[in-house]
């Protein structure tokens, strides 16, 4: 009888104690505060515009918190792809960002558009374009989104070689490679068969391979 009232004495203790730690825990997550905040991944110019738009302060009670609002707004800015917010020890928070990845560039209205390397269009937040993109060159918005498709139907030896999108026309898409060779894409029609004519025409040296009609490809040797 008397273990019995012991265990039931040790149990009503252990069940007071774990209420009281729950009871602990609760009040302090209520009550935490945000400690440090930093930017992972990117220099000290761009960590300190994303920390500004992030708007999360030091202080700021946790509960109050909106990291999907703070997300939106880091993800207003035109150079980030993707952000996380990952809550550390002592109530740090760390914001990791991925940075687009552009492959050329064209302006619009005096403005400087990138495209990204999923052929996403977005206005950059830099007064220069990197001098290593390729520049998309088009008469109409329409013809400039069908030579990005275009540029991604190349095969990859030819891409990586482009240094100009030309788009005369939705069907009148033309690259400049490094070395100055012209390759004549005509519209978006049947890329798969471009790619294929364009590889076995290229173990030519030449000035101009034209497949935009793929089946009676032609070739400029000078």
Do not use: C
């Not at 792809?81 to 492959?103: G, Q, Y």
């Amino acid at each position: 009888m008397r273990t019995h009232k012991l265990a039931w004495v040790l149990t009503f203790s252990i069940v007071l104690t774990s209420g009281a730690a729950v009871a602990y825990l609760a009040q302090r997550n209520s009550t935490a505060e945000v400690g440090k905040v930093q930017v992972v991944g990117v220099d000290k110019q761009l960590a300190a515009k994303i920390l500004k738009v992030a708007a999360i302060s030091k202080g700021e009670q946790i509960t109050e918190l909106d990291q999907d609002a703070a997300a939106g707004r880091v993800l207003s800015l035109p150079d980030i792809r993707s952000v996380k917010f990952d809550r550390k020890w002592n109530n740090n928070f760390v914001i990791s960002v991925e940075l687009r990845d552009p492959i050329g560039w064209y302006k619009y209205k005096d403005q400087l558009n990138y495209i990204d390397s999923d052929g996403s269009t977005y206005i950059s937040s830099a007064e220069q374009p990197d001098s290593e993109l390729i520049v998309f060159s088009a008469l109409s918005n329409r013809a400039r989104e069908y030579s990005v498709t275009a540029f991604f139907d190349l095969p990859p030896k030819v891409a990586n070689k482009v240094v100009q999108a030309n788009a005369r026309s939705s069907s009148n898409i033309r690259f400049i490679l490094k070395d100055g060779v012209e390759v004549v894409w005509g519209d978006i029609e049947r890329p798969e068969r471009k790619a294929e004519v364009l590889e076995v025409l290229m173990q030519r040296t030449a000035k101009l391979y034209d497949v935009s009609a793929p089946d009676l490809p032609i070739i400029r040797i000078s």
